[in-house]
């Protein structure tokens, strides 16, 4: 047995695998063939009426290979998650396509789950962001407005069950590592069709966006959606098999934009993902700081003259447009936060009070008259938290953050010398996790999927290389 062997024996190898997914019996009668002729030409129909409906329902008769093979419906979840902001099938954005597709995936697992008396396992990271959810969930007794607290409180569950299931079904490392390549590919087609919608001449919108028929991302929004795996992407490199040059080639339409949006916090935020690279392997921290170079000179030449302006003028107007009016929302939660540390407002209750405190804050007066009505957020995922679930409500969410980086750089640390593989989803995780609490000064990044996923697949990061019988919970 050699020193590497010892080593990563002494350590502990992944342990966790997944149960073989259950067998279809091969049986397919009139009856089947019926109803998939039915779908068929209700899912054709429904296409006339909404591109998206009718994709739904050409889709559903898939729904029972969720059952059957969850990682890999967890994969197509994962490959439209980078589009939620665009899949809204009513008016009123309360039901999306990803919203569907995620409750499909949850009950496929869980049904998965039941039928082969698989365990559900968490370890401490992941028991810190169920007592978030839980805390979370107490708030609604004294929440200001429980209505909004209890709609919230739903999205709120949703995404740690979507959480669990990522934590879950990533204990295998082929099946993480897969999980990130889609992850990059998805929103590589993304900022493929960002730069696609660049508008010409003078004509052109002061920040770019995408839009799908009536929906569009919010410019910081788009941000969230690319930043991430902006990171990965550099992160994992070429690191794995003889075509890994494409995830560097990625980079190029997803950090396009991710400029082009010209989101600050989302810039930086990819900036201080690099940083950890650069610390951490310095060889592909340069390279990667190059690539940013690169990419802004890049920019400098496809984008449209206006719209580059104002991307640089932003950077450069920070101070005096008080970094879009935050500083000033910020000094309104720091009123909210003094006046009720401990218990806060509640569960979505920041925007209610947000204009009981605004007169009292010291706010920009001119500002004050342009956002006299509308509902505010915090911008903020810290202050956010703070302001809504007070002081403990905060200590557990930033002990759950505390607890997944140090799990991320633990798995690092362990096996860097001994098996590169790990090492390098590792570190990835690592720099993306950066990334989104750096981001998240600057944006409300809870409510969305794709950090609880990350989150998810740093949990099960640490799973599959806890050793055996340490941090499982049995189901």
Do not use: C
């Amino acid at each position: 047995m050699n020193v590497a062997t010892r080593m990563s024996a002494a350590v502990g190898r992944p342990t966790a695998r997944l149960v073989p997914p259950l067998e279809g019996n091969g049986l397919v009668g009139p009856i089947v063939v019926a109803i998939g002729v039915a779908m068929l030409l209700v899912g054709g129909v429904a296409f006339f009426v909404n591109p998206k409906l009718g994709l739904l329902t050409l889709g559903l008769p898939v729904v029972p290979a969720f059952v059957m093979y969850p990682a890999q419906a967890l994969l197509v979840f994962v490959a439209a998650m980078p589009f939620d902001a665009v899949a809204a099938l009513l008016p009123d954005r309360t039901l999306s396509l990803t919203r569907i597709l995620g409750a499909a995936v949850i009950g496929g697992w869980a049904v998965w789950v039941l039928l082969n008396r698989a365990r559900v396992r968490l370890s401490a990271p992941g028991l810190l962001m169920g007592g978030y959810v839980a805390f979370a969930g107490l708030s609604w007794f004294w929440a200001d407005n429980q209505e909004m607290a209890g709609r919230q409180l739903q999205t709120l569950i949703q995404l740690f069950l979507l959480y669990v299931l990522t934590a879950n079904l990533m204990t295998h490392i082929p099946t993480l590592e897969r999980t990130l390549n889609v992850l990059i590919a998805a929103t590589a087609v993304l900022g493929v069709l960002v730069i696609w919608q660049l508008p010409n001449g003078t004509d052109a919108l002061e920040r770019g966006t995408f839009t799908y028929g009536d929906q569009s991302f919010n410019p910081n929004y788009l941000a969230a959606a690319l930043v991430l795996p902006a990171v990965a992407a550099a992160a994992l490199g070429r690191d794995r098999g003889s075509l890994g040059w494409w995830r560097l080639a990625a980079i190029l339409p997803i950090g396009a934009g991710i400029l082009i949006s010209g989101s600050r916090g989302g810039i930086v935020g990819g900036i201080a993902g690099v940083g950890v690279l650069v610390l951490a392997r310095p060889a592909l921290g340069v390279r990667a700081f190059g690539g940013l170079v690169a990419l802004g000179l890049v920019a400098a030449v496809v984008m449209p003259g206006a719209m580059f302006d104002h991307v640089f003028a932003r950077f450069a107007d920070a101070g005096s447009d008080r970094l879009s009016g935050r500083l000033d929302i910020w000094k309104v939660a720091f009123a909210m936060i003094s006046d009720r540390p401990v218990q806060g407002t509640g569960l979505a209750g920041f925007r209610d009070a947000f204009y009981s405190y605004m007169g009292t804050a010291g706010v920009d007066p001119m500002w004050a008259l342009q956002h006299y009505a509308g509902g505010r957020v915090a911008h903020n995922v810290y202050l956010s938290t703070f302001a809504e679930l007070g002081i403990f409500g905060l200590g557990i969410l930033l002990a759950a953050f505390a607890a997944h980086a140090m799990g991320a750089l633990r798995v690092w640390r362990t096996y860097r010398y001994y098996d590169a593989r790990i090492a390098g989803l590792a570190l990835t995780l690592l720099s993306t996790l950066v990334s989104f609490l750096v981001f998240a000064n600057s944006i409300d990044f809870m409510m969305r999927k794709t950090p609880w996923v990350m989150l998810g697949m740093i949990q099960g990061l640490i799973l599959a290389t806890a050793r055996p019988g340490q941090g499982a919970l049995r189901r």
